[in-house]
């Protein structure tokens, strides 16, 4: 089966810097994304990774690297609108089961003042 | 451009009752996935689909559930004779066409919260 792991809860304070790991035994690896969820509302995109090494997007930065199954993502200068869950996403397969997407539980970030 | 559009929002239904819940995808998107989010649980695939075909249900629960994507209207995701244990959020997603690349960008609405009494 595939396997997901990304720590449950994180805290931090307003204008710091946090990374949320995310680690991942799969088969058929075909990118990972990570995505935004505030209580109640639709998962955002923020990034996307197929290939080893750093995106960075404003804010945001994602890393990849598939030889250790190990990806993280970087945010910046919090704020507290970024108080959210994140979702560190794998997409596998090959053919007709190239559209699933296997999510981790969540990384419940909590951005004090 | 309106994003991937559900509804109801938030559905309730009795034992044994059917549940139907609607997804739109965005504008010029033909695929449609749905996954279902049980409590402190991540989101888990249920089925895949493209205009009037089901491409991958291998998550779907062999019985009770059906999905479908007609030519016309929205895509719908059909739950028979409801329990308990189908208390749920359920998540719709769309991507555009296929371009050949990997990264083909789902996009998801705001859910259907479905309590089962």
């Known amino acids: 089966g595939q396997n997901i792991d990304q720590p449950t809860e994180m805290t931090a304070t307003e204008g710091a810097i946090v990374q949320i790991n995310c680690t991942y035994q799969?088969?058929?690896?075909?990118?990972l994304f990570w995505y935004q969820q505030h209580a109640g509302e639709a998962p955002t995109f923020l990034s996307y990774n197929v290939l080893d090494g750093l995106e960075e997007k404003g804010r945001f930065s994602s890393f990849l690297s598939r030889s250790k199954g190990y990806s993280y993502l970087l945010l910046k200068e919090l704020q507290m609108k970024d108080s959210a869950s994140y979702l560190c996403?794998?997409?596998?397969?090959?053919?007709?089961?190239?559209?699933?997407?296997?999510f981790g539980r969540g990384t419940q970030l909590t951005v004090w003042p | 451009n309106a994003g991937v559009m559900q509804n109801p929002r938030h559905l309730v239904r009795r034992r044994g009752q059917e549940a139907r819940l609607r997804c739109s995808p965005m504008k010029g998107h033909s695929h449609v996935y749905w996954y279902r989010q049980l409590p402190e649980e991540g989101l888990k695939f249920m089925v895949y689909l493209q205009k009037e075909n089901i491409i991958d249900e291998s998550g779907m629960p062999k019985e009770r559930f059906s999905a479908e994507f007609p030519k016309e209207g929205p895509s719908i995701l059909r739950i028979q004779q409801v329990v308990r244990g189908d208390s749920a959020a359920y998540f719709c997603?769309?991507?555009?066409?296929?371009?050949?690349?990997?990264?083909?960008?789902?996009?998801f609405g705001a859910g259907t919260r479905l309590s089962v009494l």
């Open positions: 997603a769309s991507s555009p066409p296929r371009t050949g690349t990997a990264k083909n960008i789902q996009y």
């Open positions: 799969t088969s058929g690896f075909n990118g």
């Open positions: 996403a794998v997409k596998i397969g090959r053919g007709s089961t190239l559209g699933r997407l296997y």
